[in-house]
């Protein structure tokens, strides 16, 4: 049974940073993707960034430069480092994973779309005031 558990939201001022969480387990896929996503009030949920099993990583371009993601093998920890946050951050953030794989972007990144992944998380709220 796979479960990933997300930790690390809170209230932020806008221009700081936060680390976001997410401790995953109960896979053993050899190839597989995770990822990033958030939902802010009102919003459809979106992409943010995805990581393959090789540690390839991919962001939305709007985000890119201020989201970072990576992972810790040793604890099967994804993390999600925001820099430069802004109120439109504002939103609860999901990891997600899938297992088997079906669609890559033309670049062999992990699929950005929602529908896409099988496994969520509860999220965690990130709010950034200004």
């Known amino acids: 049974q796979v479960q990933l558990v997300e930790s690390g939201g809170g209230s932020v001022q806008a221009g700081g940073s936060l680390t976001l969480s997410c401790a995953a387990s109960g896979y053993t896929a050899s190839t597989y993707c995770l990822g990033w996503f958030r939902q802010a009030p009102g919003k459809e949920r979106e992409g943010v960034a995805t990581?393959?099993?090789?540690?390839?990583?991919s962001y939305a371009d709007s985000l890119k430069g201020r989201f970072i993601a990576f992972r810790d093998n040793a604890w099967n920890t994804l993390y999600l480092r925001i820099y430069r946050l802004k109120p439109d951050d504002t939103a609860i953030y999901y990891c997600?994973?899938?297992?088997?794989?079906?669609?890559?972007?033309?670049?062999?990144?992990?699929?950005?779309?929602?529908?896409?992944?099988?496994?969520w998380g509860r999220g965690t709220q990130v709010t950034v005031s200004s």
């Open positions: 997600a994973a899938e297992l088997v794989p079906q669609r890559f972007s033309s670049d062999g990144d992990c699929s950005a779309a929602s529908d896409d992944y099988t496994y």
């Open positions: 990581i393959r099993s090789d540690g390839r990583t």
